[in-house]
Structure formats: C-alpha cells, structure tokens
C-alpha cells in the first residue's frame, strides 16, 4: 500500500492579483464570477487537496498584502520556504506598480532558493482576459522577459549556483488559459505518470480511438492523454483545457437544475456523435478520473470502444 504523498505547492505574488479565485475555481468548483466574492484572504489558507486519490496536495495560498509577505520573509521564513516543491508566483497584469512587484518578487526567490532550492518556479502573468484581444502575447512575452531579467539579476548578484528554470503561464479566469496552466502544474506532481501514460496509449491503439483524455475525478483537469498520429492532425490547439473547462461547466449547470451539491458525482456517460466526422464519449473511468475518448466515426468502433 503506497503512502499519500504529500507536497507543499506555494501560492504567491501581491494581494488580488488572483490567487485565491484560481484555487477556488480549480479545487472547489467555483465558477468565475463566484469569485468577486472573496475576501483577501488572511496571512496563509492552508488546505489538503485530494487529489486521484491518494495524492495529497499541501496548498499554501498566501495571502499578499504586504505586512504579510514580510511576515514570510522574516519570521515565518523558515516555516514557509522550507520543503517547497513547487513556487506559483502570481503577477497581475494590470498591476499599476511594476518594478514593486519585481523586489517582492525577487525577495520571495531569495528566501525560496535558500530553503528550497530544487523548487519548480510557476510563474502565472495572470488577468489576461483584461489586456485587448490582439496586445495578448506581445504584452505577455514581454512581461515575461522582465521576470526572467530580474531572476538572473537575482541568481548573478547572489552567488546561487543551482538552476532556476521557471515555466511561465498567462491565464484568465475567464478562459480555458487557467486549466492549461494547472494541468501542468498538477503533472509534475504525480508520481507515477509514465505507468498511467504508456497503459493509456496501449487502450488507445486496442479501441482504435484518435485521443484518449483523462481527467481527474473533481478539477477536471487532463492529467494524461494520448494522441494517434491521425489525432495530431487537430488543428484545434488548446482543445485539452477547452474540455475541461466545458465539462466543469456541465457539471456545475446540472448540478443547478437538480440541486445537488456542486461536488457531487454528476454524470457518468456523455455521448456525441458528429455524423461522419467524429465520435466522442467521456464516462467515469477509475474511482478518481473520468476518461474521455475520441474516435473516428463508425458506430461499431463506437460500441466497441464503450464495451
Ligand atoms: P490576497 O488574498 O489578498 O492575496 O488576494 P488574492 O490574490 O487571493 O486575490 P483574489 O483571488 O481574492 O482576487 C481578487 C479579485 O480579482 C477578485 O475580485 C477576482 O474576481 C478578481 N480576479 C481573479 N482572477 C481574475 C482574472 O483572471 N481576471 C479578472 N479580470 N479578474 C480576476
Ligand atoms: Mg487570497
């Protein structure tokens, strides 16, 4: 019997910039606008998330305002930094004080580096959904190219030897940008995925499907996936996250018509047929994940695959 892992996950970067609305959304089926609801959240919101059963997630949401983040930084410093293994830091896009946000920012990798130093670094530009449509990615490359200058200014002026490799992000809470994010976040964070991966492409090849999605049981977010070298064709890119986000939004919507709780079980088979062009079905598959499964058309294939 294997031991619940557990991984204390960092959730930072200035109060508002979003952190607690994309927990809310992610781990308890928040949707979007529920989230003008909260309130700043108070020095650290520890929580436990469960996550494809015997995974532990220790979150760390770290409320931002700044009595608290120097709090982090002085007293707390050894109890906060200490067994990270993974650093989300959050900026907000339409921040007014940019170069504050670079010193808290820098502060944070000081003491990250110095109790924590195989941390991963999540860097989220993050309300993306505020900046116009065609300014996106250039206002995002170029965000990200000041946090990377800065980290460097930090690793050169510090002496720090090890490698600071961080892994940006934009998101949106009002897209699919925020399961894409976490869903890469969450698969570095599952042991045992090259098992779930190389069992998952032997189904695909046997039920001759195009992809095979997995998705944990209560975030939606694709854990896993296979793609045949048909399936490679989509040109529809961010298709993963889009699926997510509609099949949590299924969820939520019935669980509003029928008044169960929101994470209740909802559904356990959805089917689709796209006449001569594709055939889906997502069903419960394993205790915690749901499996979504792509095919050519033919109804036999179809029945077939579903046995
Ligand atoms: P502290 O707990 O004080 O550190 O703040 P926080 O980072 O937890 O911020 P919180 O999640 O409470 O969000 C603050 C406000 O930002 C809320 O009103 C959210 O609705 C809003 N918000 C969060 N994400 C987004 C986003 O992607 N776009 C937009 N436009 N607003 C967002
Ligand atoms: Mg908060």
């Not at 979007?32 to 609801?37: E, F, G, I, L, Y």
């Not at 959240?41 to 760390?60: E, R």
């Not at 808290?104 to 003491?111: D, F, G, N």
């Not at 250039?138 to 980290?151: C, G, I, M, N």
Request: aromatic share 10%; hydrophobic share 40%; glycine share 6%.
């Amino acid at each position: 019997v294997k031991k619940p892992k557990k991984k204390k996950v960092l959730l930072m970067g200035k109060s508002g910039s979003g952190k607690s609305s994309m927990r809310s959304i992610i781990f308890s089926n928040y949707i979007a606008r529920d989230t003008r609801r909260l309130g700043a959240t108070i020095d650290i919101d520890l929580s436990h998330v469960k996550f494809l059963g015997n995974l532990t997630l220790n979150l760390w949401d770290c409320g931002g305002q700044e009595a608290f983040m120097e709090n982090y930084l002085s007293q707390q410093r050894v109890h906060v930094f200490s067994n990270v293994g993974v650093l989300i830091y959050v900026f907000d896009i339409e921040s007014r004080d940019v170069d504050r946000d670079m010193a808290t920012y820098v502060s944070i990798l000081s003491a990250l580096t110095q109790f924590s130093p195989t941390a991963k670094i999540y860097v989220l530009i993050h309300k993306m959904d505020l900046i116009m449509v065609q300014a996106r990615e250039a206002v995002f490359t170029e965000r990200v190219r000041l946090v990377r200058q800065k980290t460097t200014e930090f690793i050169q002026g510090s002496g720090y030897t090890g490698e600071l490799d961080l892994i940006p992000f934009a998101t949106s809470i009002w897209d699919q940008s925020l399961y894409k994010a976490w869903a890469s976040i969450i698969h570095d964070l599952v042991p045992n995925l090259s098992v779930i991966e190389s069992q998952l492409e032997s189904l695909g090849i046997l039920i001759e499907a195009e992809e095979l999605l997995l998705f944990e049981r209560t975030s939606f977010l694709v854990v896993s996936s296979w793609t045949s070298n048909e399936g490679h064709n989509n040109p529809t890119e961010d298709r993963q996250e889009r699926i997510s986000n509609i099949l949590k939004h299924f969820k939520q919507s019935i669980s509003r018509f029928t008044g169960t709780p929101r994470n209740a079980e909802q559904f356990s088979l959805m089917e689709h047929k796209a006449g001569t062009r594709f055939s889906m079905f997502a069903c419960k598959f394993t205790t915690n994940t749901y499996l979504m499964v792509i095919l050519p058309p033919g109804e036999a294939r179809f029945n077939s695959a579903k046995l």
